[in-house]
């Protein structure tokens, strides 16, 4: 066992910590140094069916549970997550790579989220419609029932946390599937939730192969909804599945965040917040800044500055001290930012920092970015989901906004500008589920997260992400 990581990992099904037995096991690595945490249990037909079961039977019991007793279960995991951060966030920037202090702010958030559905399960009103021909009329939202849902590795606390606060405010049982790269983060989530009084069977966290995990999962007629993050092509492999039996799916997929920086903006508060937030994570973020669309008359500035910052970025372990940036999260993804970078060059563009892996122990990559890139280049029309920033030059506001709409995606945007006239054209005509103009600041536990066009549909988080697990139902009573 490493100092800091659990050597017990385990699945949390139906209520009852498991593991040993047959089944099989994969290594869980630091990403900092390639080195093996601890082995990690995988769950076999049994365990999924298991956890499906559970589910199922707690269903009617949780559904009846009164609001304020779910309310109060919630608000106790988010006490325990507050009260045990510092060892869950090491153990979670021991699994994942982030940086200290951008782990400690997720663990927060996502007590912040918990705290948050507490309160809003109380509030899933329905409504009385007025009187026709002696007939009384309501409307009565009720839980959508057992919820399937499958986290990524990047935001390894936050990401469950999305779907099962408004899972369970909602009276909706959760079957979970988190990333097996970043166990330990969800099981400590799973782990405050059954402290803080959670019927057994109501949350289920399993690990295993991701395609056997959800094609048993959605094969299921009791499983009556899917949350998904993660990639476009796997959302709709997804999606085709639940169709079978006509499942609800709420789906946050790819992005390719455009930036538009133009004349009238802060040009050095622009790059210095863009510097950040682009290598926030390592750029693993599905709403990382990608595409920076800079006006010319500013461009050669805002490169120069943005160019000047990212040099200076200190990578380390994420546990070190003064560290800007940590590792990629797995051997993949070094590979895949050398495929992207050596793909733009050949192309014509220019690499004005970084474009390399770091020669030590791990997987590090550094801070790149990448000017003049061409429309062809795969970096300017496949997600790269790490430390790669591509600046490009535009004419004017229309070719910016053009530029911002090209691709199928539709997640986040952001814009960097003063104009009033200008902040009103691009919230109305650019393509995205969440903007941010002069902030990067688009995640909170009360605003929806979610995308449009090929980035998916659905939101988590926000009274949205609660409606999401509610059926409506229209009574009429003569």
Same mark, same amino acid.
């Given at each position: 066992?490493? *100092?800091?990581?659990?050597?017990?990992?385990?699945?949390?099904?139906?209520?009852?910590?498991?593991?040993?037995?047959?089944?099989?096991?994969?290594?869980?690595?630091?990403?900092?140094?390639?080195?093996?945490?601890?082995p990690?249990?995988?769950?076999?037909?049994?365990?999924?069916?298991? &956890?499906?079961?559970?589910?199922?039977?707690?269903?009617?019991?949780?559904?009846?549970?009164?609001?304020?007793?779910?309310?109060?279960?919630?608000?106790?995991?988010?006490?325990?997550?507050?009260?045990?951060?510092?060892?869950?966030?090491?153990?979670?920037?021991?699994?994942?790579?982030?940086?200290?202090?951008?782990?400690? &702010?997720?663990?927060?958030?996502?007590?912040?989220?918990?705290?948050?559905?507490?309160? =809003?399960?109380?509030?899933?009103?329905?409504?009385?419609?007025?009187?026709?021909?002696?007939?009384?009329?309501?409307?009565?939202? =009720?839980?959508?029932?057992?919820?399937?849902?499958?986290?990524?590795?990047?935001?390894?606390?936050?990401?469950?946390?999305?779907?099962?606060?408004?899972?369970?405010?909602?009276?909706?049982?959760?079957?979970?599937?988190?990333?097996? =790269?970043?166990p #330990?983060?969800?099981?400590?989530?799973?782990?405050?939730?059954?402290?803080?009084?959670?019927?057994?069977?109501?949350?289920?966290?399993?690990?295993?192969?991701?395609?056997?995990?959800?094609?048993?999962?959605?094969? =299921?007629?009791?499983?009556?909804?899917?949350?998904?993050?993660?990639?476009?092509?796997?959302?709709?492999?997804?999606?085709?599945?639940?169709?079978?039996?006509?499942?609800?799916?709420?789906?946050?997929?790819?992005?390719h965040?455009?930036?538009?920086?133009?004349?009238?903006?802060?040009?050095?508060?622009?790059?210095?917040?863009?510097?950040?937030?682009?290598?926030? $994570? #390592?750029?693993?973020?599905?709403?990382?800044?990608?595409?920076?669309?800079?006006?010319?008359?500013?461009?050669?500035?805002?490169?120069?500055?943005?160019?000047?910052?990212a040099?200076?970025?200190?990578? *380390?372990?994420?546990?070190?001290?003064?560290?800007?940036?940590?590792?990629?999260?797995?051997?993949?993804?070094?590979?895949?930012?050398?495929?992207?970078?050596?793909?733009?060059?050949? &192309?014509?563009?220019r690499?004005l920092?970084?474009?390399?892996?770091?020669?030590?122990?791990?997987?590090?990559?550094?801070?790149?970015?990448?000017?003049?890139?061409?429309?062809?280049?795969?970096?300017?029309?496949?997600?790269?989901?790490?430390?790669?920033a591509?600046?490009?030059?535009?004419?004017?506001?229309?070719?910016?906004?053009?530029?911002a $709409?090209r691709?199928?995606?539709?997640?986040?945007?952001?814009a960097?500008? *003063?104009?009033?006239?200008?902040?009103?054209?691009?919230?109305?005509?650019?393509?995205?589920?969440m903007l941010g103009?002069?902030?990067?600041?688009?995640?909170?536990?009360?605003?929806?997260?979610?995308?449009?066009?090929?980035?998916?549909?659905?939101?988590?988080?926000?009274?949205?992400?609660?409606?999401?697990?509610?059926?409506?139902?229209?009574?009429?009573?003569?």
């Open positions: 066992m490493t *100092d800091g990581y659990p050597d017990d990992l385990a699945l949390f099904v139906a209520g009852s910590w498991v593991a040993g037995g047959d089944r099989a096991t994969r290594p869980v690595l630091n990403p900092a140094s390639g080195a093996v945490l601890a990690l249990p995988l769950a076999g037909p049994a365990d999924l069916d298991a &956890a499906v079961t559970g589910a199922v039977a707690t269903f009617p019991a949780w559904r009846a549970t009164p609001p304020l007793e779910r309310s109060a279960v919630l608000r106790g995991a988010a006490a325990l997550l507050r009260e045990r951060a510092r060892a869950v966030a090491t153990a979670a920037t021991l699994e994942q790579g982030k940086v200290r202090a951008e782990m400690d &702010a997720e663990v927060r958030l996502a007590a912040d989220i918990l705290d948050w559905y507490a309160e =809003e399960g109380r509030r899933a009103y329905g409504r009385v419609l007025g009187p026709q021909a002696g007939t009384r009329r309501s409307v009565v939202h =009720e839980p959508v029932g057992v919820v399937a849902a499958f986290a990524p590795w990047n935001f390894p606390v936050v990401n469950p946390v999305r779907k099962i606060a408004p899972a369970l405010a909602a009276g909706c049982t959760v079957v979970v599937k988190p990333a097996e =790269e970043a #330990a983060s969800a099981l400590a989530v799973a782990r405050a939730l059954h402290d803080a009084g959670l019927p057994a069977g109501t949350l289920s966290v399993v690990f295993g192969e991701p395609a056997e995990v959800s094609a048993r999962w959605l094969a =299921e007629p009791a499983v009556r909804k899917v949350s998904f993050t993660g990639s476009v092509a796997v959302g709709k492999h997804l999606m085709r599945l639940a169709a079978v039996t006509m499942k609800r799916t709420t789906m946050e997929l790819g992005g965040a455009p930036v538009i920086v133009l004349p009238d903006a802060d040009i050095d508060v622009a790059a210095a917040y863009s510097v950040g937030a682009k290598f926030f $994570n #390592a750029g693993q973020a599905c709403v990382s800044p990608t595409r920076f669309l800079v006006h010319r008359d500013v461009y050669d500035r805002f490169v120069d500055a943005f160019v000047d910052r040099r200076i970025l200190v990578l *380390d372990d994420g546990l070190a001290e003064k560290v800007d940036m940590g590792p990629l999260a797995h051997a993949r993804r070094p590979a895949a930012m050398e495929g992207f970078v050596a793909d733009a060059v050949a &192309a014509g563009a690499a920092a970084g474009g390399r892996a770091v020669d030590r122990p791990g997987f590090f990559w550094e801070p790149t970015v990448l000017v003049d890139v061409p429309t062809s280049a795969r970096v300017r029309n496949e997600e790269p989901f790490g430390p790669i591509v600046i490009n030059r535009v004419d004017d506001l229309d070719a910016a906004i053009a530029e $709409n691709l199928p995606f539709g997640l986040a945007a952001y960097f500008t *003063d104009s009033a006239a200008a902040i009103r054209r691009i919230a109305g005509e650019v393509e995205a589920g103009v002069n902030t990067y600041s688009i995640a909170t536990p009360d605003a929806p997260f979610g995308g449009v066009k090929e980035s998916g549909h659905g939101s988590e988080e926000g009274i949205e992400g609660m409606a999401g697990h509610l059926v409506t139902k229209a009574i009429h009573e003569a």
